[in-house]
């Protein structure tokens, strides 16, 4: 077990079994915080065709937009728990708010792509130090019978956040551009800051940790992570291990990630506690997370992506069908925490990551025709599953981690819940290219002129293009051609795209599973450490 000083947020003291104003307030900030980090790895994903005009990059490399935000947040957050004990809880919290939102800002005059990547990964590590920091005020400062609802607080944030952020996205660039959506950080994050200075204690610098600070461990771990998250994202266009660029990045991340766990489980004073996995419910809890993970950032990377590529929806429209995988959950999570009091926490969030599930396993039949209209029932049923997953599972993780060990564990179980979506999206954006070329080679090898239906369709289309002004027969015949094709690779990318949320499907199953192998316990004494 790791030796360093805990990481305590600091706050007015709660009194009996109650929370004072000023906790809740911190804590509300804290929140409020997470749910913006968190906001910002999703609200460009509606926009990234618009941004990427804007600064001028092919679509190839626009998804670097959203990855090197996650690769920033992915490194941080571990670090965390180390970095706020150096400069004191308050002051770490206040001016990584402060510098989360002035990087944000800066995207919006990004001109290039190089810039844009520079500005985004800085605001990742900035922003992704608000996740671990808000949880860990949950675990340390609530009383056990009010941390069911702190942890509440906190899945409104992991869940709600990603669901609404191509939402709020969409309809702020088409309706004021895409640099608004770089702008919406701050006000909450002025908020932000003057409530933790009137509500956080202040704690004294502990400079001299930073002669004691695991640097190895540090650097082995950025490295990992980054060669990691790259080979990742340009895996699929590279043709993964076909590529000695691949290759190479797969060696680095191999040797400094082996190198970063050896270095954890040797080194006196760990960067990660590791022995945490040891806790039975930590590991089936933040197994059961990471695949969480992978589910709730993929399925918010494959929606737009579907509605974009297929059904040719701008920016704004993609925002409202998606909106209704988030705005139920502002209903439903609040009152997670009472069922958390009357059922074992292992079913409430065994049934929410079922349903979180079958929604996914409802969009396995998707044809050229499926759209906005018959995504709603899936988007609910994903909204009601999603708002009763995070509170009861973060609550079994949680279980029976002591409070000196809330921040370790924090670092640890948020870090490897956006390293899951990190590999989700990657993954399932292979998928997608994979499945649409098996799809088009097998539809291809029915749709042959050797047909006398496909001769038929063929004929009409060449009659329809030649009496809408294309008066060479030869034309229209190829016109009728080329639109024949492209007929048959929209329909593989849509068997493409339902192939992956069956895989989606599948991946949450055994996350539902997973959850079954956890120690019993009810709500209020789940969440106590």
Request: include cysteine; charged fraction near 10%.
């Amino acid at each position: 077990m790791s030796t360093q000083t805990p990481a305590v947020a600091p706050s007015t003291p709660s009194t009996g079994d109650r929370a004072s104003l000023s906790t809740w307030i911190a804590i509300t900030a804290g929140a409020i915080g997470a749910f913006m980090a968190i906001l910002n790895i999703q609200i460009t994903n509606a926009s990234l065709l618009d941004i990427e005009g804007g600064i001028g990059t092919g679509i190839d490399n626009g998804a670097w937009i959203s990855t090197s935000y996650l690769i920033g947040e992915i490194i941080v957050i571990p670090l965390t728990s180390f970095l706020s004990r150096v400069f004191s809880f308050k002051l770490y919290m206040i001016w990584s708010t402060i510098a989360f939102a002035l990087f944000s800002m800066a995207c919006a005059f990004a001109s290039n792509l190089g810039e844009m990547i520079a500005m985004r990964g800085l605001q990742g590590f900035a922003g992704g130090v608000l996740i671990p920091m808000a949880f860990t005020m949950v675990a340390t400062r609530l009383p056990k019978s009010q941390q069911p609802m702190g942890l509440a607080m906190f899945a409104l944030a992991v869940t709600f956040a990603p669901a609404i952020g191509p939402t709020i996205g969409g309809y702020l660039t088409e309706n004021y551009g895409w640099q608004t959506i770089f702008f919406i950080n701050t006000l909450p994050s002025v908020a932000m800051v003057v409530a933790l200075s009137l509500t956080l204690e202040k704690q004294p610098l502990q400079l001299g940790l930073l002669k004691e600070g695991d640097w190895a461990g540090i650097a082995t771990m950025a490295i990992g992570l980054s060669a990691l998250q790259t080979l990742l994202e340009e895996g699929n266009k590279e043709d993964w291990f076909q590529s000695t660029f691949i290759v190479r990045l797969a060696a680095i991340a191999a040797a400094f990630l082996a190198a970063f766990v050896w270095i954890e489980l040797t080194v006196k004073k760990p960067l990660v506690d590791l022995s945490l996995l040891k806790n039975r419910n930590f590991t089936v809890g933040t197994l059961s997370n990471v695949l969480v993970g992978f589910g709730l950032f993929g399925s918010v990377y494959v929606l737009p992506q579907y509605l974009g590529q297929v059904q040719g929806y701008n920016a704004e429209q993609i925002g409202m069908v998606l909106a209704w995988t988030g705005l139920p959950q502002l209903l439903l999570i609040p009152l997670v925490p009472m069922l958390m009091k009357r059922f074992d926490i292992r079913y409430i969030t065994f049934v929410g990551i079922a349903m979180f599930a079958g929604s996914c396993f409802m969009n396995t039949h998707m044809s050229l025709n499926y759209s906005g209209d018959q995504l709603f029932w899936p988007n609910v049923v994903r909204a009601v599953g999603q708002s009763m997953v995070i509170t009861p599972l973060t609550a079994i993780a949680m279980m029976s981690i002591q409070p000196r060990d809330a921040a370790n564990a924090s670092g640890l179980f948020n870090m490897l819940r956006n390293l899951g979506g990190a590999v989700g999206t990657a993954v399932l954006g292979t998928i997608i290219t994979k499945r649409e070329q098996f799809h088009s080679n097998i539809i291809g090898q029915a749709v042959t002129p050797f047909r006398d239906e496909v001769r038929g369709r063929l004929d009409q289309m060449t009659g329809y293009f030649m009496s809408h002004g294309v008066s060479d027969h030869a034309a229209a015949q190829r016109q009728a051609v080329i639109t024949l094709g492209k007929t048959v690779k929209r329909q593989a990318l849509v068997m493409g795209f339902s192939d992956t949320f069956a895989i989606i499907g599948v991946i949450l199953v055994i996350a539902a599973v997973a959850i079954l192998f956890a120690r019993k316990g009810q709500g209020s004494s789940a969440a106590a450490h």
